[in-house]
Structures are given as C-alpha cells and as structure tokens.
C-alpha cells in the first residue's frame, strides 16, 4: 500500500512538473518566495470598462520585470508575476484575491484596481501577511489608518483637491469656489477635500453639484454655475465627464478656473473635443513625459523604443505609474536582502527616502510613519495643445 501511494504521489508530481506546475514551496522560506522567484500579484481591469488603466499600467509593471530577469534577479530570483482579471469588478476582485493568495500563494500584491476592490480584500490579505503595495486608486483608506502592510502610491484625492485649491487661492486670490463632482464614494473623498480647503482658506462656496457616471448634459449645471458668480470651480469626475463639462462651461460663456484632479491627467486630454480643452488644468502626485518631443534623457527615449517593441503600442501615463511602481518594489526587495521577508520588506520600503523619478515629477518617499508615496503634487495646464508643467512642489 506504501509502495502503490508514492508512485501515486509521484506520478502526480511529474504531471504538475508536466502541467507547468509551481515550483514546490520550501517550508523554510516566506510563502510565495522560493530559491528562484518571488511570486507578485495584482488584480486589475484587464478587459472591462477601466482597462484603458490596468492594461497599460500591467504591461509597465512586466517591462520593469523583464529588466530584473534580464540582470540576473534580485539576489538571484526573478519576479514571477502573476494577473488576474476582474473586469473592475468587487466580486472578481475577491475571487481573484482569493486565488492569489491561497493557490498562487503571493508574497505580495501590487498595483490592484480600484477602492472598492481593494477595501473588500484588506482582511483576508493581511490575515494571510500579505502587503498591499501602491493600488491604482488614490483613496484615502489606502493609508489611513497607519498599517504596517498598506502603501500607498498617490496623494488622495482628498489632499489633491486640498493642494490644488490652497495654490490657486494663494496665486490668484480667488474667494468664491464651487465644486462639480461625482455621485460617488470616490466624489464624496473629493468633496471632503473641497470642504477642508474651503475652511483653511475662508473661502465662500457658490456651488455644490453631483451627477452620475452616466449623465452627459450639463447645460444646466454650467448655468448655476455660471449665475452662482464662482471663480473657480474644482471637478471631481472621471474623463468624459470632465471633457464635457469644460467644454460645456466655455461654449457658454463662462471665463472662470477650471481644475481637476489626476484622473484626466492624460496625453490624450490636450486634444480631445477637437483641442477645445486649452487652459485647462489639474493637480497630479506625478508627471508623464512627452513622448513625442525630445524629452533630454537617453533613459526615457531608450525605455519608450523598448516599451513599443515590447507591446505593440505607445506607452500612457499608467505605463510610466506601473513601471514606477514596480521600481519601487524592485529596490525595497534588493533593499530587503537575500533572507528577504515580509518584515525586511516593508523595513525597505519605509527606508526609502526622496527617492527620483526616472521620468520626473515629485520625489517619493516612505517612513514608519508615512505611507504614502508622494512627497508633492505638479499642477499642470494644457497650453498650445499640450500639458505644461504650471508648478511644482505643492503642498498637501
């Protein structure tokens, strides 16, 4: 009977080996590191109605991947980078949580999508010790409060609705503000920001709106905004609503500031609506080079040609995030050593200090007591049919 159960045992060995199966754990290590790999995840939007972000930001996260296989590893292992998709979805983002961490069997997660997806897995990942790095959301519950397994890659769009208004308050001398936002958990974080600039600034509120995803008039919110006599008016929407609403607001007339977050701080925004965005701007916690022009650095004009040659596609502004983001995690494993565990690893990141992007924009930095990554936000504008850099190092 022995004998009969280790031929099953191995006959079932080879056929995973057969099957590509994962390599066998060693119950030494940390779950999800073996003598060669250490195994990454992410869950994202990869063909639902935000795959315009997961794909792009994935494939930055693969090239900065490929680079480390390319040089050898850390400390002699290559990333084992392992997707799933949920389509922005909670309930795919809980089974592909799931599967990631009890099949798969992450060391730990990077750049997974959305507020929701990611306030519904917090438990089970951190039950499991599994750190949640740098998510594609700038919520502010991706920091707050302090945990030891919770970083963070983007100012909130809480303090970049704070940081925004105090600067253009500051410069400009505005007293009367409104606000245009989303009727959404995502558009309240937005409205708490407007509401605490609102109180440091003394500033006079003329106008508060909230629509849905799926509203595409806003004559009549441009008019109350227009007779309200705002001076600047903050969006909080996502990309065709705030080409919509800017686009509204100036073919009727109305002069005043308009000033959004990072969301549609995008390549494609200076000439959407036929280029009928100029003078708009946003407050961002990074910066997307152009491509296009002669940027100066041989690294970016190197890393573009091979971006291209690896995807088929021009890079966007989640490329460079996701490629940023997987840097970081690259140094803080290098940084954590050989005998690398969760502990040494946030140990490494929380040492990061003033860390420069390759592309520019903000510094990054961590500590035990800081858990978000940026040090500053960039306001930009679009001028002669492009983004230009307005300021830098704003507060928040």
Known sequence: MKQLLSVLAMSLFLNLVACGGDEPSDPSLP?????????????????????????????????????????????????DFRVEDTQYQVPLAVRATNKLLNVDEIFAMIGAMGTPQNNAVFDSMFEANVPNLFPLTAAVSMYEPLHPLKFSYFVSYRDQARGGIRYMVEQHGYKKVCLQTMATDYGAEIEIGFEQAVEENGLEVTYVGRHKGSETDFTGTVTA???????????????????????????????GTIVGNMVPYLPEIPQAADGRMEGFYTVAPFFVPDFAADTGSEWISQWHATYISNFGEEPAAQSVIGYVMADLLVRSLEGAGPDVTVQKLVAALEAIERYENPFGGPTISFSATKHIAGDYLNLYQVK?????TVAEALPY
């Open 225 to 255: 905004i227009k007779n309200s006599g705002c001076e600047l008016l903050f969006l909080g929407p996502f990309v065709k609503d705030t080409i919509l609403l800017y686009t509204a607001a100036r073919d009727a007339g109305w002069e």
């Open 384 to 388: 002669d049919g492009k983004w230009i």
């Open 31 to 79: 779950r999800g590191i073996t003598a060669e790999t250490i195994k990454i995840g992410s869950h994202t939007d990869l063909s639902g109605q935000l795959a315009i972000w997961g794909v792009p930001m994935i494939n930055g996260m693969r090239q900065r991947f490929d680079e480390v296989a390319a040089a050898g590893g850390i400390h002699g292992r290559t990333i």
